[in-house]
């Protein structure tokens, strides 16, 4: 019997976890700030300073789930308003805040050599 209670509390908590809500943001650039806390805390492993095509591709590497071509798409996007001086895009916000809240939550899957995403 409690056998069945502690496997009923672990796929209930799993179940949580993969229903875990993104934060709320205003733009992509408010997203962005998120998406680099939460590598902070989340995947302390990543070497800082990379770009965010180079911080994406380790992250699709290391099994991380996200879709990953919407990202590249939003990242484009995000360096031309940035860089280039085009209008604040209003799409992707919520994917790249998602992204944020799984890696700080550690929902994502594994980092190198089977250490968790999350470091703790």
């Known amino acids: ?3 069945a209670a502690v ?23 408010e997203a962005f700030g998120t998406l680099e806390r939460s590598i902070a805390v989340g995947a302390p492993w990543l070497p800082q300073g ?13 099994g991380v789930e ?8 939003t990242l484009k996007a995000y360096e031309a308003f940035r860089f280039g001086g085009r209008p604040d895009p209003v799409e992707g916000k919520e994917e790249v805040a998602g992204l944020a809240t799984r890696i700080q939550r550690g929902v994502v899957g594994h980092g190198p050599k089977g250490k968790s995403i999350r470091a703790d």
């Open 1 to 3: 019997m409690g056998d």
């Open 50 to 62: 990379s770009t965010w095509g180079e911080t994406f591709e380790r992250l699709k590497g290391e």
């Open 7 to 29: 496997l009923a509390a672990a796929v209930a908590g799993v179940l949580a976890l993969r229903g875990v809500r993104a934060r709320k943001v205003e733009n992509l650039a």
């Open 66 to 73: 996200a879709d990953w071509s919407k990202m590249r798409e």
